[in-house]
């Protein structure tokens, strides 16, 4: 197995090599795009809450778009970022069971993740349920690598997700795909969307979708809860957005996304049927306003909504998080620059059967910042204070330059501050929380070249993240230290997320060379210990194909080895995937596709003990039409 994973590891190291040899020997100099490239750029929102153009955002970022999901033929939204750079992911078992990503070594509860601007994720364990989230609903995806704190406040230290559904937008289009696959995997979704009126234009789009599977066994012989039966999942889900324009520069809407996980899981070799059933809900209200030429107003209120059932044999656990949201941002245009003013204040609601963690915080905060763009200079500051009915007040700020060396070639450096709020477990969970521990606190500078011509991609970026009063398990507990089996959350420790994440890709007639590499230390400075689940290099390559009615790729995705535990006793093994997928359009309308996992049928592990999917097959028919 070791040799395999060094053959495939060297092996993707040199075809990224290659991807960038052939990227890099085209000449840096002042290359013109087309007005077919600038149409085509993709444009960023996360990265300074207002649409940007990609060649114009500083911070490290990617767009995962509608076409790259379809093309994939992906159906786990883990599966789909584990694939890109600066991201890990861990999973306990199967696509239904619970599953963290990893952004730049920062742990899941050290990112923030948004739909469509509405904060999801639980204020108990902390971080949101991955496992919950339907690939099946998303549009696109944008990845802000980073610290954000000072745009969106607390635990934005490692990154943002902002998950994008489905929007409509120009005549009616209509459009349902099924399919099936291994270990009795099926689905079936369907959309539709357009827009209607003219003066007064509406837009709208709803989306519905199912997926079950009787999947396999989530844990190994060797897991306390191992149980042989098969742990399969269903997932029920359904988005909408509506829009209408009630005059020139004034828009309202409203949208929503719903999703239902009932998973089977291990708890033992106990006949009971033992569950984990997840409900994420996303509801917002807008209204978008532009009242004069230079100054524009989004005015929102939302609600984020993380249910968490778990059935066993001794009863129902019960952890639900409801986060209402309400701000006002408005952005104001002076010249080429923007200078942007906004107000927050957002409820959390905990409700829980576990005696002491329910309960309320809530926050209020402002936020300044100005971007500037004057020729071949960009430039951005932001400050922002959290007001916590529960941990106090922060303040963070950040200041990013970024300088065009040439059209396609900038350098970017930047500084930044954040901080992760305590999660009601850390602080309430009886013989575990600590009432008075303290949030996270990470110190960012980070500096990286980038190079765009239409044709070709390369970024490079090192980054350096200090993180203190580090929230670990801490054995025996600070606060009872006769006690010496007992164990609480405590901010005792210090981290260094360290690294440097490479991306390149070029397009050679038909085809796309595409691969990243990363090269990190996330680390635990108190024990000199590597933060556990994470490998200090990570990556991928890949080749796709495109021509006529035929779309093709092939990938190979890497890891080293990583410790499933923070005293790194328990190794879980580095490992190398090869994946295949592609589609045929049969006709205009009609298109089949296909995804092929783990060709090799490796034996691999993401958690100690836990099963991952051996080598898997699925299919599937498309319908759309305009």
Request: glycine letters at 10%; a neutral charge; hydrophobic letters at 35%.
């Amino acid at each position: 197995m070791k040799s395999t994973v060094y053959r495939s590891a060297c092996m993707a190291i040199e075809l990224f090599t290659l991807a960038i040899a052939a990227a890099a020997a085209l000449p840096f100099s002042a290359i013109a795009q087309t007005t077919e490239d600038k149409t085509l750029a993709p444009v960023v929102v996360t990265s300074s809450r207002t649409p940007q153009m990609t060649r114009d955002v500083l911070p490290d970022n990617i767009v995962i778009t509608s076409e790259e999901i379809a093309r994939s033929g992906h159906t786990s939204l883990l599966d789909l970022l584990q694939e890109k750079r600066g991201i890990e992911i861990t999973r306990s078992g199967g696509p239904g069971t619970a599953s963290s990503v990893f952004i730049r070594g920062a742990d899941t509860k050290q990112n923030i993740v948004l739909v469509d601007g509405v904060r999801i994720g639980t204020s108990t364990i902390g971080g949101a349920t991955w496992q919950v989230i339907p690939l099946s609903q998303i549009d696109h995806i944008e990845i802000v690598y980073g610290p954000l704190s000072t745009l969106y406040g607390a635990d934005a230290i490692g990154g943002v997700v902002q998950i994008f559904t489905k929007k409509g937008n120009g005549p009616v289009q209509f459009s349902a795909s099924a399919g099936a696959g291994s270990y009795g995997t099926r689905s079936l979704e369907t959309s539709v969307s357009g827009t209607a009126g003219d003066e007064h234009l509406f837009r709208y789009a709803v989306s519905a979708a199912r997926e079950e599977s009787d999947g396999f066994s989530a844990t190994k012989p060797g897991n306390f809860s191992f149980n042989p039966d098969k742990d399969g999942y269903k997932k029920e889900s359904a988005s909408g957005q509506f829009s209408l324009d009630v005059a020139k520069g004034h828009e309202i809407g409203l949208l929503f996304l719903e999703s239902r996980l009932d998973a089977q899981v291990d708890l033992g070799s106990s006949a009971y049927n033992a569950r984990a059933v997840g409900k994420l809900g996303t509801y917002a209200l807008y209204s978008r306003n532009q009242f004069l030429p230079e100054w524009s107003s989004l005015i929102q209120l939302s609600q984020g909504i993380d249910k968490s059932d778990s059935l066993a044999s001794t009863g129902v656990t019960t952890s639900n998080t409801t986060q209402n949201l309400l701000s006002w941002q408005n952005d104001l245009t002076l010249g080429t620059d923007v200078l942007q003013l906004l107000a927050e204040r957002r409820e959390e609601k905990i409700d829980s059967t576990t005696a002491g963690v329910s309960g309320t915080r809530t926050t209020n905060s402002v936020a300044a910042s100005y971007q500037l763009r004057r020729g071949a200079h960009l430039g951005t500051v932001s400050m922002r204070n959290d007001d916590s009915s529960q941990y106090g007040s922060h303040t963070t700020g950040s200041a990013g330059y970024g300088y065009r060396i040439t059209q396609a070639l900038r350098a970017n450096a930047s500084v930044g501050t954040s901080f992760r709020a305590p999660t009601f477990n850390e602080l309430y969970f009886p013989n575990f929380g600590v009432a008075t521990n303290r949030p996270e606190k990470g110190k960012n500078a980070e500096a990286g070249l980038y190079y765009e011509d239409g044709k070709s991609q390369i970024s490079a970026v090192y980054y350096r993240n200090a993180i203190n009063d580090l929230l670990v398990t801490a054995v025996p507990c600070p606060t009872t230290p006769t006690v010496v089996s007992s164990s609480c959350a405590y901010n005792v420790d210090k981290a260094l997320l360290t690294g440097l994440t490479l991306g390149a890709s070029t397009r050679i007639g038909n085809f796309t060379v595409r691969g990243s590499l990363d090269l990190q230390n996330p680390r635990d400075e108190t024990t000199d210990k590597l933060l556990n689940r994470r490998a200090r290099q990570h990556g991928n390559v890949g080749l796709d194909y495109g021509a006529g009615a035929i779309k093709a790729g092939a990938e190979v995705v890497f890891s080293g080895k990583r410790f499933d535990d923070v005293a790194n006793k328990n190794i879980l093994g580095g490992y190398g995937l090869l994946n295949l997928y592609g589609s045929y359009d049969v006709t205009r309308n009609w298109s089949l596709f296909a995804r092929w996992d783990n060709v090799l049928n490796k034996d691999y592990e993401l958690a100690k003990n836990f099963a991952t999917p051996g080598s898997n097959l699925f299919v599937g028919i498309r319908y759309g039409f305009i």
